[in-house]
C-alpha cells in the first residue's frame, strides 16, 4: 500500500516544499538537512505496511495470526504426542503383561507405556512431540528392566502426533470459521468440531445420512489417510458420546455418527524409458513420494478421484524419466472414482524398464 513512498519521493516531497531562491542540490545544506528525516519517514511507511498486513487474517503471520484467531476462540494447537500400539511377548513367543509406565526406545526416541488395551497390547506415548513420533516401526529396546520380556514391537500409530499448527493451517480454520460460521450445529458445525481434535487432518460431514436427525462425521488423521479406531472414538467423544443427548458439543436431539473414512487402495504399474541421470530404485522412491502427495491433496477435497492423466504427467516430472508406456492404475486405463466420504491411499507402485 506504501511502496511508492520511497527516501526519494518523500526527500523530493519535502524539497518542493523549500523555495527555489535556495540551493536545493545533493550536497546543499537544506539536501542534507532533510535526508535523514525522509530516510526515517521511508522506514516507517514501510513498517506500516507490515503492520497493516499483521491486522487481516489473510496476510497475518507468527504471534500476530495466532493473536488475531483467538479473537474468535479459534487458538493455534501445540505439537502433540503420538500414541501408538505396543505388542510384549515372553521367550516363547506368547503375549505378555509389562507395567504401566515402562518405557522403550526405538532411533533414538523412547516411548512409555501408559494404558493397557488387551493382553500384551499396549497404548503407548511418543515422549518426543511431535510427527516424529508417527514414523518408526519394529523391535524395541527396554529402558527399564522387565522380568521375561524377550521381545517389545512398536506397531501401528493410534492417534498421531502432530508437529505444532502451522500458519497455513491456522489460517484456513480461521476462515473457515469466519466465511461460514456454524450456527446450532450446522455443516460447519460438526466439521470445525472434529478439526479441532488433535490429530484430525480433515473431515466430511453427511446430514441426514440415515434418517431425521442424525449426522455422519467421517474423518482423516493428520497424514490424510484413514483415521484409527483410537482417533475415532476421541473424536466421537468431544461430539456426542451418548447418541442425542447433548452431552458434550453436539445439539440435543442430534444422533452423531463419527467414522474414518474408507480407504481405497491405488495401484500403480508401468513400463519407464529412464534418461540414465538417475537409477530405477531412486525413480521408484520418487515416484512414490509424488504420487503420495497427489492423493494426499486430493483428500475430501471437491473432486477427490485421482486422475489418470494426471498420474501420467506425474511420471514425467520424475528426474530420470524420459518416458512412460503401458501405465495402469488399478489394472486400467481410467479415473478412479473416489465417493466424498472415501479416501484415495498409495497401494503398490511397480515399475520396471
Not at 516411548?111 to 516424529?132: H, W
Not at 472434529?194 to 446430514?207: D, I, N
Not at 516430472?317 to 512412460?324: C, M, R, T
Request: charged share 20%; proline share 5%; aromatic share 6%.
Amino acid at each position: 500500500m506504501y511502496e511508492t513512498q520511497t527516501f526519494e519521493t518523500i526527500l523530493q516531497r519535502m524539497l518542493d516544499r523549500v523555495p527555489g531562491a535556495i540551493d536545493k542540490r545533493e550536497g546543499s545544506i537544506i539536501n542534507d538537512a532533510l535526508a535523514p528525516a525522509a530516510a526515517e519517514l521511508a522506514q516507517i511507511y514501510a513498517d506500516l505496511d507490515i503492520h497493516l498486513n499483521l491486522v487481516f487474517g489473510n496476510t497475518s503471520s507468527g504471534e500476530y495470526l495466532a493473536r488475531r484467531t483467538s479473537d474468535f476462540g479459534i487458538e493455534r494447537q501445540l505439537a502433540s504426542r503420538a500414541q501408538r500400539l505396543g505388542l510384549f511377548y515372553n521367550s516363547e513367543n506368547v503375549l505378555m503383561e509389562v507395567p504401566i509406565g515402562s518405557r522403550f526406545s526405538l532411533d533414538g526416541l523412547s516411548y512409555k507405556v501408559t494404558e493397557k488395551i488387551s493382553t500384551g497390547n499396549y497404548k503407548l506415548q511418543c515422549e518426543t512431540t511431535g510427527s516424529l513420533g508417527n514414523a518408526n516401526y519394529g523391535q524395541m529396546l527396554p529402558i527399564d528392566y522387565i522380568n521375561g520380556l524377550a521381545k517389545a514391537v512398536l506397531s501401528e500409530v493410534l492417534i498421531p502426533g502432530e508437529n505444532e499448527e502451522d500458519d497455513h493451517s491456522l489460517r484456513q480454520r480461521f476462515l473457515a470459521k469466519v466465511q461460514k460460521p456454524g450456527t446450532s450445529g450446522n455443516v460447519s458445525d460438526y466439521r470445525n468440531w472434529a478439526l479441532s481434535v488433535s490429530g484430525v487432518g480433515a473431515a466430511y460431514v453427511k446430514p441426514l445420512w440415515n434418517g431425521p436427525g442424525t449426522v455422519k462425521v467421517t474423518i482423516l488423521d493428520s497424514e490424510m489417510r484413514p483415521a484409527s479406531a483410537a482417533l475415532t472414538e476421541e473424536v466421537q467423544n468431544f461430539i456426542s458420546p451418548l447418541p442425542g443427548m447433548g452431552q458434550e458439543v453436539a445439539p440435543i436431539g442430534a444422533i452423531v455418527t463419527v467414522s474414518p473414512a474408507e480407504g481405497v487402495a491405488v495401484n500403480l504399474t508401468a513400463k519407464l524409458i529412464l534418461s540414465g541421470s538417475a537409477s530405477l530404485a531412486d525413480v521408484q522412491k520418487n515416484v512414490e513420494s509424488a504420487i503420495a502427495a497427489y492423493l494426499k491433496g486430493l483428500a475430501f477435497a471437491e473432486d477427490p478421484s485421482p486422475k489418470y492423466v494426471r498420474i501420467g504427467a506425474l511420471l514425467l516430472d520424475i528426474e530420470g524419466v524420459n518416458d512412460y508406456s503401458f501405465l495402469q492404475i488399478n489394472g486400467g486405463l481410467t479415473n478412479i472414482p473416489i465417493s466424498p466420504d472415501q479416501v484415495a491411499i498409495l497401494g503398490t507402485v511397480d515399475l520396471e524398464v
